[in-house]
Every structure is written in C-alpha cells, then in structure tokens.
C-alpha cells in the first residue's frame, strides 16, 4: 500500500475540523502522511480529530505521521499539551 500525503490547510479552526474528519475517514486503514507545514492556526477540534485518527491508525496498525510542522503548529500542540502528535514538534521551542 502507497502513504498518502494530506496536506493540512492554513487555518484548523472549528470549520475545519468536520471537513478534516471526513478527510481522514476516507484514508482510514491506509498509510497516512500529514503535511503541517502550511498550519498558521489549530485549534481545539482539529487537535481532537487529529489524536482521534492517530489513535485509530495505531489500532489498525497503520502508519500516521506528521511531517514538516510549521511553528504555529508545534506552538500549538505544545500549548495545548500534544507535541507527542508530531514528535518534531517538541523541537520547536515556544516563543515568548
């Protein structure tokens, strides 16, 4: 099975988190590759879809992983006590 790339838009604000879960359930049981590099915004549904299909994925023994985070998204997960979604995202400090 090929990984398949999803490319996460620039705000996941509440909107977007309906169209992200949709997104995610339609990849579910194939490799997944999260692309977070465009993220300016996360908020507080996004992160639940997001730890919600990383555990899924876990229970069904594939892949998922997030590649390229962009600032804002590390300053994201680690403010809201996630950076474990995106293990390079606890290399990005937290701007004062």
Known sequence: MTDETLTLGESLDMTAAGPLHKELLGRRGKPVTIDASQVRRIGGQCLQVLLSAQSTWAADGA???ITEPSTEFSDGLTLMGASHLAPAAALS???D
Do not use: G, I, R
């Open 63 to 65: 892949d998922f992983q």
């Open 93 to 95: 400090p937290v701007q």
